[in-house]
């Protein structure tokens, strides 16, 4: 299935160039009280939202998906795990290039490991990438999402497919410089979900998914998932040996080569083969 959440939090099935509107679904979720746990609610109950929104769909209100806004579909990560150079030609390139390495070190994801962003940073796609430091590189990198659907703690390589719930694309907006990717790459809305999630059901092999990125109709990135250093089962094998991985918590894979600078006024468009197409504007904040 592919739900994607628009204008004021609404939640939809896509079908084709549709979304149906199937909000009510939304009811199956138990009510929570303050403190609010820290698990997306609608990820954590995701299996009972399908049934209901399948339920609904037939008699669903239809929108053509141009004219709604589209949302980050997952509305409450309690964390965005991010990988670093998870493709080696991007890491060939982070060392050649000194506007992206900025004369730190540009160590291998086996020995530097993940980090996070901050999930204030999240939007959908029908919000803009606002740039803040204007004087400063900001690049782009289009990144597969893994959306965990479980809770799970010390996940071996060969149990983790089971831990996923969905996917969707990511753009992991980066402003260059010396200090720690964490605080670059938290910068509000520097993290984008969209264009919605297609469940982990859908996607028999996500481990060789074609993916591109353009800024204003011209290629910057185009790869393979198939070349990620670290696979998917491994990334969350990684991560959850160092914390425990919550529904909703979201992996960002790591980009490919050809990442760079966006400006105010441009249009990025970000495709994956059985996922879909987002475009996203940028502008200054
Ligand atoms: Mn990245």
Redesign the pocket.
Known sequence: MRLCRFDNDRLGIVEGEHVLDVTVALDVIPPSNYPLPTHDLLIANLEQVCARASQLAPGAERKPISQVKLLSPVANPGKLV???V?YLKHLEEARADSGIHHNSQIIEIQRIGLFLKATSSLIGPGEPVALRHLDRRNDH?I?LAIVIGKSGTRIQKDQAWNYIAAYTIGL?M?VRGPEERSLR?SVDSFSVLGPWLVTADEIDDATSLDFELSVNGETRQKANTRDLVLGIPELIEYASSFYRLHPGDVI?T??PEGVGPVQPGDVITAEFEKIGRMEVSVTSA
């Open positions: 991010a990988a670093p998870n990198e990144e992991d980066t790459k960002y790591g980009t």
